[in-house]
């Protein structure tokens, strides 16, 4: 993935940090990061080998860099549950989605490095709605979705919570999954919570409203996140933890094994809202979280 700033950078991990994990303020952007130069070799960190999984795929003309994915498991006769995936190499998607999810259709949307590259298309509320509608005429499908998920990996945070900020597609969205992704800037801009900071709470604004309606049990929302700390704006920890206290909620410790070699902290289940907090601080277990993803997807029961 290719950084925003120009800045040369010691760590290798810096530069997934930056690629994955921009902000809505160009300050943010700009600003270096402060993560842990450290590696792990505690935790396997497994990746599943590249290939090509058989099945069609279409660019969408609505939205550069969105692609429909079919496999040829699914059936548009029937009921089909629409899983949009923002961030996140196609391959390992449609792979993901052709073996745990195969009767799903998937949209992946790769637009760059950054959550403003992923918020700015989706500012406009009927961008949503078009890709959307293109993905059904391709599919020829004889009935509506049977659900829409919506998946953000990283930086993709940013494509969901500008989506989720629109009424009518607020209302069409019926799950939310974010794999280390949700960050917020900080108020004054860049002074750390311990340092006497506050996190804005404007760049949370849509989560939170989502997060209450899945408590509520009419959403169901799950996030899943690191202990990486970019230094410069809120960590997903910090981010998470602002739901958590927004909402009057809990964290339960729970140390037990997780998908693909994580190693799980904390929990909460409330309703359909859910919190999954694993262990580590490198750029080794941010990527695990998008190699856990069907386990993750799994939590949610798409229908």
């Not at 994915?69 to 190499?89: E, M, N, R, T, Y």
């Amino acid at each position: 993935m290719k950084l925003c700033s120009k800045r040369q950078l010691m760590w290798p991990l810096v530069a997934v940090l930056l690629a994955g994990s921009g902000v809505s303020s160009a300050f943010a952007q700009q600003a270096s990061q402060n993560p842990s130069p450290m590696t792990d070799t505690t935790r396997p960190h497994p990746r599943i080998e590249k290939t090509e999984v058989p099945g069609h795929r279409t660019e969408l003309a609505t939205l550069k860099g969105a692609v429909l994915f079919v496999g040829p498991k699914l059936k548009a006769d029937q009921p089909v549950p629409l899983i949009i995936h923002f961030h996140g190499v196609s391959w390992l998607m449609e792979y993901h989605i052709a073996k745990h999810f195969p009767k799903a259709a998937l949209i992946t949307v790769n637009l760059g490095s950054g959550s403003r590259v992923y918020g700015t298309p989706f500012s406009q509320p009927e961008m949503f709605q078009n890709l959307i509608d293109e993905a059904t005429r391709e599919l020829g499908a004889k009935s509506s979705w049977s659900s829409i998920t919506l998946v953000g990996f990283s930086a993709g945070y940013g494509a969901i919570r500008a989506i989720l900020r629109h009424d009518v597609n607020f209302q069409s969205v019926d799950n939310v999954l974010l794999l280390d992704g949700i960050h917020a800037s900080y108020v004054p801009e860049g002074k750390r919570l311990a340092d006497g900071g506050v996190i804005k709470a404007d760049d949370l604004d849509s989560y939170i409203k989502f997060a209450r309606e899945a408590v509520a049990g009419n959403k169901k929302f799950l996030i899943s996140h690191s202990e990486i700390f970019p230094g410069t704006y809120a960590s997903t920890t910090e981010c998470v933890d602002y739901l958590i206290s927004t909402l009057k909620l809990k964290r339960t410790a729970k140390l037990r094994n997780g998908p693909a070699g994580m190693q799980q902290l904390s929990e909460i289940d409330a309703k359909g809202f859910h919190i999954r907090g694993y262990a580590g601080n490198t750029g080794a277990d941010h990527g695990d979280q998008l190699q856990a993803m069907p386990a993750l997807l799994k939590v949610l029961k798409i229908k």
